[in-house]
Structure formats: structure tokens, C-alpha cells
T-cell receptor
Framework: GDSVTQMEGPVTLSEEAFLTINCTYT??????LFWYVQYPGEGLQLLLK?????DKGSNKGFEATYRKETTSFHLEKGSVQVSDSAVYFC??????????????FGTGTRLKVLA | AAGVIQSPRHLIKEKRETATLKCYPI?????VYWYQQGPGQDPQFLIS???????DKGSIPDRFSAQQFSDYHSELNMSSLELGDSALYFC??????????????FGPGTRLTVL
């Protein structure tokens, strides 16, 4: 079945450091890919998305490129801030055989940015 | 813009009690998804509805049931609650008629605590 694999956290960085959170996936069809962010005690906020190969999603300085050849959707940011401290989830939506667009989430990566 | 509304936001129940969680999707969205996120876990898909019919089923216990009503709101009914049911329950909505098919919009979640 479909799955998402994320790098394990926690990831601890100093402010202004470069961030990469790896995400790879397996899917039967052609999934859409998403990154969600969850701040402590809050819900899931869409960070960025991509629907097809070579699409680049970007938002708030974060970027991720849909790489079909490596089945990856790595999240990057050039300069992190303390306010970026949160848990980041990679997710895919693939109707596959079920015909529905339920999300499959990765296990989440906790990011802590130190001032 | 209108968002997904969930009620209640917090709920405390005793073991073996019942609980009902409600979800009001974004207007004109026809699909509702329910997810369960245990402490420190990734969200797990429970069940979905499209046009008031169940469209997919995930790891939902038999003690749980759900439905989508004529106004498209959905309710998740949980009976014989167990300690392990303590989690954050998310509802998400989407529209199969949207250009970007597959994107879900999440509510803030209902935090259920079973004592």
C-alpha cells in the first residue's frame, strides 16, 4: 500500500541555519504531495503542495520539489527562525484503488530552532 | 474565508462513556474525512464520506460510527470509550469539483481525554 517515510527527529538547528527534512513515498498511482505544519496544541496547517512531477511548492520561505524519479518531496528552508519550531508532516493523497483522496501521513519531524 | 468547524474543541469523558464529535465542512464541500492523532503520533485515517455516503474506511474501531447528514455536516460517535481513545480528532473537508482535487482542509480538531 501507499506509504510516506520521513526522517526522524527531533531536528535542532540554530536560527538562520539551513533546513532539510527528507520525505520519500511509495504510491500505486500519481499522488499529490503535501507538507503540513503543526504548532504545539494546534491543528494541521497546509504549508505547501505539489500535484505532479517537477512541481515546486513554496510558502513562507519553505520549498519542496516533487521528484518522481526519486519518489521524494524534501522540505527545505534557507534560513530558519525560532518561530518555525513545530512538527512537520509530509503527506500524500492518492486515490489509487480506493477512489478516495484520504491522506497518508509520515510520522512527523519535530523541528526546534534555537535563538 | 469560512473554515472547517469542529465541536466541541475539548471533551473529557470517563471510560465506557460515549462521545459525539461534530464537523461542519467548508460550504459547498461534499467530502468529509475523519482522522485520529494519538499523542506524539501521525494522524491516522478513520473514515470518509462523499455526498452523504461512506466512501472509505480506515482503522476505525467497531465501537465508532459516523455519518454525514443532508447539510453535509458529519458526526463521529464513539461508544464504550477506552483510555486509548484519548487523542486529537481531526475533521477535514474537500470538494471533488475543485480544480486541485485531493487537497483537504482541516479543522482545528477535538481533543478527547478519556479518564
Amino acid at each position: 500500500g501507499d506509504s510516506v517515510t520521513q526522517m526522524e527527529g527531533p531536528v535542532t538547528l540554530s536560527e538562520e541555519a539551513f533546513l532539510t527534512i527528507n520525505c520519500t513515498y511509495t504510491a500505486t498511482g500519481y499522488p499529490s504531495l503535501f507538507w503540513y505544519v503543526q504548532y504545539p496544541g494546534e491543528g494541521l496547517q497546509l504549508l505547501l503542495k505539489a500535484t505532479k512531477a517537477d512541481d515546486k511548492g513554496s510558502n513562507k520561505g519553505f520549498e519542496a520539489t516533487y521528484r518522481k524519479e526519486t519518489t521524494s518531496f524534501h522540505l527545505e528552508k534557507g534560513s530558519v527562525q525560532v518561530s518555525d519550531s513545530a512538527v512537520y508532516f509530509c503527506a500524500l493523497s492518492d486515490p489509487g484503488t480506493s477512489g478516495t483522496y484520504k491522506y497518508i501521513f509520515g510520522t512527523g519531524t519535530r523541528l526546534k530552532v534555537l535563538a | 474565508a469560512a473554515g472547517v468547524i469542529q465541536s466541541p474543541r475539548h471533551l473529557i469523558k470517563e471510560k465506557r462513556e460515549t462521545a459525539t464529535l461534530k464537523c461542519y465542512p467548508i460550504p459547498r464541500h461534499d467530502t468529509v474525512y475523519w482522522y485520529q492523532q494519538g499523542p506524539g503520533q501521525d494522524p491516522q485515517f478513520l473514515i470518509s464520506f462523499y455526498e452523504k455516503m461512506q466512501s472509505d474506511k480506515g482503522s476505525i474501531p467497531d465501537r465508532f460510527s459516523a455519518q454525514q447528514f443532508s447539510d453535509y455536516h458529519s458526526e463521529l460517535n464513539m461508544s464504550s470509550l477506552e483510555l486509548g481513545d484519548s487523542a486529537l480528532y481531526f475533521c477535514a473537508s474537500s470538494s471533488e469539483r475543485e480544480v486541485f482535487v485531493g487537497e483537504q482542509f482541516f479543522g482545528p480538531g477535538t481533543r478527547l481525554t478519556v479518564l
